[in-house]
């Protein structure tokens, strides 16, 4: 079973507005990362926050992360068709657990 | 730089036949591991391969087992499958065993009938 659990489950958008969706873990953790499936395919890594942070932008992404709520989100901003994708979080719990623990991902359609 | 590059991409089993299936780590990369993604159970870690020896396994029977080369390619095996076995599985590498990111390959599509 997941580790985390994201929210929601399912998003759809359209072009040129933001999506946003949270993630919640629930023991303490070194770092979260955020990854992209395109149906079915392998993931891309996106972004990476450590836990000693609490906001971090990469283009048209923004990750911020609250430790004391056990929880994090993604932005990302003026969406476009091809953002349409599963995205994932995944925490690793330890320094030197090199294992993701992933969340069950959000569905995110964005229409033309 | 080339990626995670996995074989074969889909593969059509019968229950109670082994497999195998094979991951070649992005170049300079020395950890390999390999996830499980079903849509009863999303993602989940299977083991972590560095210098040839397993030093990390999730919780899945002993049928789920692999080994890593000294060119780092890594394998993994099921053996006796189960309908529940069908999933896409997933190899991730790293240039080394730091709790950073990973780059993941395309998966290989498993399909146990």
């Known amino acids: 079973s997941q580790q985390g659990e994201e929210d929601p489950q399912a998003l759809s958008i359209q072009e040129g507005e933001n999506a946003t969706m949270n993630c919640s873990y629930k023991t303490s953790i070194n770092n979260l990362q955020w990854y992209r499936q395109n149906s079915g395919r392998g993931l891309v890594h996106l972004i990476l926050?450590?836990?000693?942070?609490r906001e971090k932008h990469s283009g048209r992404l923004r990750v911020t992360l609250d430790t004391s709520k056990k929880s994090s989100s993604l932005l990302i901003t003026a969406s476009r068709a091809a953002d349409t994708a599963s995205y994932f979080c995944?925490?690793?719990?330890?320094?030197?657990?090199?294992?993701?623990?992933f969340g069950a991902g959000t569905t995110v359609t964005v229409r033309a | 730089k080339a990626g995670v590059t996995q074989t074969p991409r889909y593969l059509i089993k019968t229950r109670g036949q082994q497999v195998t299936l094979s991951c070649s780590p992005i170049s300079g990369h020395r950890s390999v591991s390999w996830y499980q993604q079903t849509p009863g159970q999303g993602l989940q870690f299977l083991f972590e391969?560095?210098?040839?020896?397993?030093?990390n396994k999730g919780n899945f029977p002993g049928r789920f087992s692999g080994r890593q080369f000294s060119n780092s390619r890594s394998e993994m095996n099921v053996s006796t499958l189960e309908l529940g076995d069908s999933a896409l599985y997933l190899c991730?590498?790293?240039?080394?065993?730091?709790?950073?990111?990973?780059?993941f390959g395309p998966g290989t599509r498993l399909t146990v009938t």
């Open positions: 995944a925490t690793v719990y330890r320094t030197n657990d090199y294992k993701l623990s």
């Open positions: 926050i450590r836990s000693n942070e």
């Open positions: 991730a590498s790293s240039l080394e065993r730091a709790s950073g990111s990973a780059d």
């Open positions: 391969y560095f210098s040839e020896t397993q030093r």
